[in-house]
């Protein structure tokens, strides 16, 4: 059970990092494009390219915190139905009379209820993990930090995923 909850947290993991990293370049590129072309900039010092890295790595780092809650959101489509280790995370229909059925098709309408529920006890588990951090360090309110807790999170978070959502089971495949 152990190393279905690994597995499913390294392929989480992996998959968070590329497309939030992917998306946050992606809006910090078209913003400096744009910025570029409506101040009419021209690159002819290499102190303009520079401001205009610079102005990208703004760009960056504030994308990425919405890049991330994105990614963080289109993840959970991902973890279900995939077979790990022998298990997988099913998403169930809300039946309140016979017994409830596994979707197998999810959609991203389907995720809502069980996104706010993770991402409740997502943000519980990071605060966990800040007050823990301000024992030993003062630099923890940076977004590289708030990432790895973030990442830290979600392996325990899937560990409660399944007994926090009543829509969300582990089953063997």
Do not use: P
């Not at 992917?22 to 690159?43: E, N, P």
């Amino acid at each position: 059970m152990n190393r279905f909850y690994l597995y499913t947290w390294v392929a989480w993991g992996v998959r968070l990092t590329i497309e939030a990293l992917l998306l946050a370049f992606v809006f910090a590129a078209i913003i400096t494009v744009y910025l570029y072309f409506s101040r009419d900039f021209s690159l002819e010092t290499s102190e303009q390219l520079h401001a205009l890295l610079q102005l990208f790595m703004i760009w960056f780092r504030i994308s990425f915190t919405l890049s991330l809650l994105i990614a963080l959101f289109r993840s959970v489509k991902y973890i279900l139905n995939r077979c790990q280790d022998g298990r997988k995370f099913v998403l169930l229909e809300c039946q309140k009379d016979e017994k409830s059925s596994v979707i197998e098709e999810i959609g991203y309408g389907d995720l809502m209820k069980v996104w706010r529920k993770w991402l409740v006890l997502m943000i519980w588990l990071v605060g966990a993990e800040m007050i823990v951090a301000t024992l030993f360090t003062t630099a923890w309110f940076q977004l590289f930090w708030i990432y790895c807790f973030i990442i830290v999170a979600g392996y325990f978070s899937f560990i409660f995923l399944s007994s926090r959502c009543s829509r969300v089971r582990s089953v063997t495949c």
